[in-house]
């Protein structure tokens, strides 16, 4: 079986600064691992995917993370914060089991302040 | 651009009335899906297809049905709506994986539902 953890359920920064949304994940086979983000009222847009290739994968928005096998770990990062980057964001794994159908973390609010 | 579309942004019904939620993609992919999105609960599927006239059950089916008769179209049915199934539906396709090409999911904006 897959799972998704993500650590935190709101992560509030200042404008300017680091931005980690922390993502642990379990699968028995090497996983696809995604990173979502979804604005309110909308629905959710894809922001990056590891699918084996590198290690560090870079998305839109000035976003990327890094997957780390020995940590289990696919945390989302973002050198300076924007307001517009206010929004609800999940992690989700697929590939496990034979299945490519993803499970989602619960989300993490992400709340910039001025 | 590539699209998902649902028919509803908002919707109010009443309890016990039959509602259909629609979804249309023009990116011609195999693989479509319903989910459920509630506070702190994530994302929750439903029910999914692979192909047209396929469907199977996700987590939470109890209470819903679906219908693929079109290859772009993937409609989710309340047959009796009820108070707990006021949430967020979100539809989402994606393409065949082991084909080199599965990139993730697309998705629609979300039928915002409400039942009273």
């Known amino acids: 079986a897959q799972s998704v953890t993500q650590l935190g359920s709101h992560v509030s920064v200042s404008e300017g600064a680091l931005v980690l949304l922390r993502c642990n994940y379990s699968s028995s086979v090497p996983p696809y691992l995604f990173w979502y983000v979804q604005y309110p009222n909308q629905g959710l847009q894809l922001l990056l995917k590891?699918?084996?290739?590198?290690?560090l994968v870079k998305g839109i928005n000035g976003f990327e993370a890094e997957f780390k096998k020995s940590e289990t770990s696919f945390h989302l990062t973002k050198p300076s914060a924007h307001m517009s980057d206010a929004a609800e964001y999940f992690c989700a794994v697929s590939r496990s089991g034979g299945s490519y159908i993803p499970t989602f973390g619960r989300g993490t609010s992400l709340i910039v302040h001025p | 651009d590539v699209k998902v579309t649902q028919s509803s942004r908002y919707l109010v019904k009443r309890t016990g009335e039959k509602v259909f939620l629609e979804c249309v993609q023009d990116?011609?992919?195999?693989?479509m899906f319903w989910y459920r999105q509630d506070p702190g609960l994530g994302l929750r599927l439903i029910y999914f297809?692979?192909?047209?006239?396929?469907?199977e059950k996700g987590d939470i089916p109890e209470g819903y049905s679906v219908s693929r008769e079109k290859k772009e179209r993937f409609s989710l049915i309340l047959e009796s709506a009820s108070t707990n199934q006021t949430s967020m539906y979100l539809c989402?396709?994606?393409?065949?994986?082991?084909?080199?090409?599965?990139?993730?999911?697309?998705f629609g904006s979300g039928t915002r539902l409400t039942v009273v």
């Open positions: 590891y699918t084996s290739a590198a290690t």
């Open positions: 297809s692979y192909d047209v006239k396929m469907k």
């Open positions: 990116m011609d992919h195999e693989n």
């Open positions: 989402a396709s994606s393409s065949r994986p082991g084909t080199g090409d599965h990139y993730g999911y697309t």
